[in-house]
């Protein structure tokens, strides 16, 4: 009879101690990383790469960053408003030492899906359209001494005539801002976990870009409340989500393999598995 009642007890408590895990996920509980075995290897001055198969969130997690000193390395946007190339083709067509996957884009037909200033130049009119929404509620901006930049949409006029700025970037969800964690929307594509890109700033100097992979047995992905918890342990002050999912692709050119994440578009734990994309942030 006392077995009962405790069965019955833990069925009925179960549902409550679920939904109590889930809330700590989405509300991107703190995290330590002080576990996590890093393999480091510097790429060039300025630029180390780190990469670990770790466990995190309690679930597989294969993570890369690639930590910039802005001091001796240059970030900027490469654009094809007309056709979408694999990131490790349009990394290598512009020299690049480093990238990654950058904004959204529309995957028929080619071309940004939000706005996009490049070189201080508006590459296409489809750029033009500063819109907000859930997803798109943030901004990067590459100024022109070389400081990156994260912050709210903010309005069309300022962002835009602001002749210090090289490049900017919407994209989103805006992760952090100002040292603290940004309200993030109650959807699946903020709450499901997904292959990530993001971009986080530590100080003036230091940028990380970070790959987590997904969609994989051996890496689950991160809600984007985890994905900012963890940006969060790095020290990161300001953050922002880019495209992700089968799009996100780290690419080095020291490497043999090129690209040293592993996409998900091939449906393969492969290095294999790049999607064709518009735009990406390369490090010279």
């Known amino acids: 009879m ?47 790469w780190k990469r670990a198969q770790t466990t995190l969130f309690e679930s597989p997690q294969n993570i890369n960053i690639l930590e910039i000193d802005l001091k001796k390395r240059a970030l900027t946007v490469v654009y094809d408003p007309i056709k979408n190339h694999l990131t490790s083709e349009l990394a290598t067509k512009s020299d690049a030492l480093a990238a990654v996957n950058a904004g959204f884009f529309d995957t028929k037909n080619g071309g940004a899906v939000g706005y996009l200033k490049i070189d201080g130049k508006l590459p296409s009119t489809d750029t033009t359209k500063w819109k907000k929404s859930a997803i798109l509620n943030g901004a990067l901006f590459i100024m022109k001494n070389g400081r990156v930049e994260v912050s709210k949409i903010g309005d069309y006029q300022t962002n835009t005539s602001n002749p210090k700025m090289d490049d900017v970037l919407v994209t989103g969800c805006l992760l952090m801002d100002e040292g603290e964690k940004a309200p993030l929307p109650d959807n699946a594509f903020s709450n499901n976990r997904h292959p990530r890109t993001c971009l986080g700033v530590v100080n003036k100097h230091k940028v990380f870009l970070v790959t987590v992979d997904g969609r994989a047995k051996e890496a689950a992905g991160m809600a984007l409340p985890e994905l900012t918890a963890f940006l969060q342990a790095l020290g990161c002050k300001e953050a922002i989500n880019l495209d992700g999912g089968g799009s996100t692709t780290m690419w080095i050119s020291t490497e043999t393999t090129g690209v040293v994440n ?13 999607r064709s994309v518009a735009n990406i942030l390369v490090v010279r």
């Open 2 to 48: 006392k077995l009962q009642t405790a069965l019955l007890k833990i069925k009925i408590l179960f549902p409550f101690l679920f939904l109590l895990y889930a809330s700590n996920v989405l509300l991107g509980q703190e995290v330590s990383i002080d576990s996590i075995l890093w393999n480091t290897k510097t790429i060039g001055k300025g630029l180390i």
């Open 262 to 274: 592993k996409p998900s578009d091939n449906k393969k734990f492969d290095h294999q598995g790049e």
